[in-house]
Structure formats: C-alpha cells, structure tokens
C-alpha cells in the first residue's frame, strides 16, 4: 500500500513564506513524476509545479519566480518553497504521484489528502 504524507501548510501573512513537504511510502519501485496541485474554493484543481527525476521542473506561471519544486529521490519526497505569497495563492495544496508498485510493476497515480495554505492580505 502507497501513502503520500502532507505537511507544512498553514496561515501566512502576504509576502510570506512556506515549505510543503511531501513524503511517499510503501511498495515503491519509482516515482514519476512527482509534484503539487492546488484547488481554491469555487474552482478546479490545478497543477502548480511538478518534476521528473533528473528533468526540469515544470510550473503554472501565476507561480514562476516565487516557487521553486525539489526533490529528494533517497526519501521519495517532493518538497514545494513558496516565496513571495499572495492571497491569491489560498487553496488547498495537493501533492500528486505516479508510482510504480515495486510488487505488481503497475502504474498508478496516487494523491495526498491536503494541506491548507491561507494568504492573508
């Protein structure tokens, strides 16, 4: 069994900061790609940054420059800096994995189960 572990999230005053951290666990034989999404209230999910091992990272360009995806493969966890905080970056982050099962070789994606980010103006 795969599980994805939030944590990091919380209130911060505009033109903060926060780290999201992101850990996977289980019967893991590879993870690609790993990365963040967010979903505000009233609106859809939405990617905000994602990478693959060894390539560049990918980002929304409402976030380019003030965000910046890590990974650290050795912990199977994604990290997400966000810097320069708006209120429009409240939502509910989600990080997101495609893991392949170290048992079954099956691929799948998996989801963590939230972790609130609320930008106060």
């Known amino acids: 069994q795969v599980q994805l572990v939030e944590s990091g999230g919380g209130l911060v005053q505009a033109g903060g900061s926060l780290r999201l951290s992101c850990a996977a666990s289980?019967?893991?034989?590879?993870?690609?790609?790993m990365g963040w999404y967010r979903q505000a209230p009233g609106k859809q999910r939405e990617l905000v940054a994602a990478?693959?091992?060894?390539?560049?990272?990918n980002y929304a360009d409402s976030v380019k420059g003030r965000f910046t995806i890590s990974r650290d493969n050795a912990k199977n966890t994604v990290y997400l800096q966000m810097n320069s905080l708006k209120p429009e970056d409240t939502a509910v982050y989600y990080c997101?994995?495609?893991?392949?099962?170290?048992?079954?070789?099956?691929?799948?994606?998996?989801w963590g189960q939230g972790t609130q980010v609320t930008v106060s103006s």
């Open positions: 990478k693959r091992s060894g390539g560049s990272p």
């Open positions: 289980g019967s893991i034989f590879s993870i690609n790609p």
């Open positions: 997101n994995a495609g893991i392949t099962d170290s048992g079954s070789g099956n691929f799948r994606s998996y």
